[in-house]
Every structure is written in structure tokens, then in C-alpha cells.
């Protein structure tokens, strides 16, 4: 009987030992294969990120300096409100017609900033809009000049690399009678955009 009784109570014990401390070191082995596991898989989209990136480098290294630039004026990284204003400054002299009164808004609204005031601390100061890539900012400005100037700044403002939204024109005629050369005083309101950092 101490035959039988012997093996029984080994294969008993063996079972029990198994139970209590191989089956939880299985476990824990099967949780660190999972970790592993997912590990991996992020090592491997990493990768696959840098595989992209690259690509993207390269392909923007490839742009020339000029369209490099391009690409900046068309939706630059900072505010730059001030070199907006003296674009418009100048397209506005080229047909004929004086920039005045300018002011800065956020497009959110917010405060407004006449020209005259500290611009650098306005623009820091900028509500932070929602979670899109790029905020933007309102300029009014007011210029008086003739119809047919008008439209010639408008096609120019058409026309130039920085990215503005015509929001509103107003305008009035500054005399009674109207003819070819009359002058009129056109406000502005546009809007432009920039890349959050």
C-alpha cells in the first residue's frame, strides 16, 4: 500500500507545487509576452514615423529657397502683423491710395489693438482659439482713392502670396457729385492666418 500511497502523494505534491508557483510565474510570463508584444508593435510604428519623416525632410529640403519663402509668406508660422501692414501699405501706394487707421483683432473677437499701441505685447497676448493648427487675426484699415484704384488693390491683395479673407468693405463717396476721378473712402476688414507653434 505505501506503494500506491507514495507515488500518489509525489504526483499530489507536484500538482500543488505547479499550482501555486509555476502557474503564477505562467502568468506573469504570459503578461510580459503581451508587453513585449505591444512594445514591438510601437518600436515598429516608430519606425515607421521616422520613415516618414525622413521622407518629409527630404522632400522639403528639396524645395528651392524661394519657394521656401513662398511657403512662409503664404502661411507663416508668427503673427507678423506688422509686415502684413506694410504690404498693404504698399500695395496700396502702388495704386494710388494711402493706408489709415489701421486695427488689430483676434478673429475670436477678443480685444481690439489700434495700430498706435504696442503691437508685440497684443500679439502675445492673443486668445488661444480651438484645437486647429493655425490661428488667425482681423485687420480694418480705412483708404480713400478712386473706384478704379480700388479695384486695382483688390486685384493686387488677390494676387499677393500672404493668405487674407476679405470679411467686409464698406465705403462712402466723399463728395455729392460722382464722376470718373471721384474719391471715395473704402474700409477694410480682412482677415489672415498663421501656423501655431
Known amino acids: 500500500m505505501t506503494r500506491l500511497f507514495l507515488p500518489i502523494i509525489l ?3 507536484a500538482i500543488g507545487l505547479f499550482a501555486v508557483f ?4 505562467y502568468g506573469e510570463v504570459k503578461e510580459l509576452s503581451i508587453e513585449q508584444d505591444n512594445y514591438n508593435t510601437a518600436l515598429s510604428n516608430s519606425k515607421q ?6 521622407a518629409l525632410v527630404e522632400k522639403y529640403n528639396n524645395f528651392s529657397e524661394v519657394d521656401k519663402e513662398k511657403l512662409n509668406k503664404l502661411l507663416p508660422d508668427n ?5 502684413l501692414i506694410i504690404e498693404l501699405e504698399t500695395l496700396g501706394l502702388r495704386d494710388g ?17 489700434d495700430l498706435s499701441g504696442e503691437e508685440e505685447e497684443f500679439v502675445e497676448n492673443l486668445p488661444s482659439e480651438s484645437k486647429r493648427d493655425y490661428s488667425s487675426m482681423d485687420i480694418s484699415f480705412s483708404m480713400d482713392g478712386t473706384y ?3 479695384l486695382k488693390f483688390i486685384s493686387d ?6 493668405m487674407v479673407d476679405v470679411q467686409s468693405i464698406a465705403f462712402s463717396s466723399s463728395s455729392e457729385k460722382e464722376s ?5 473712402s473704402f474700409d477694410f476688414k480682412i482677415r489672415t492666418y498663421w501656423l501655431k507653434n
Do not use: P
Open 157 to 162: 491683395l488677390d494676387k499677393s502670396l500672404r
Open 22 to 25: 509555476t502557474d503564477s510565474l
Open 11 to 13: 504526483i499530489g505534491a
Open 79 to 83: 503673427v507678423d502683423n506688422i509686415r
Open 49 to 54: 514615423i521616422l520613415k516618414e519623416r525622413d
Open 97 to 113: 491710395m494711402v493706408l489709415k487707421d489701421v486695427k488689430v483683432e483676434s478673429a475670436s473677437g477678443g480685444k481690439t489693438q
Open 148 to 150: 478704379q484704384s480700388f
Open 180 to 184: 470718373a476721378g471721384a474719391v471715395y
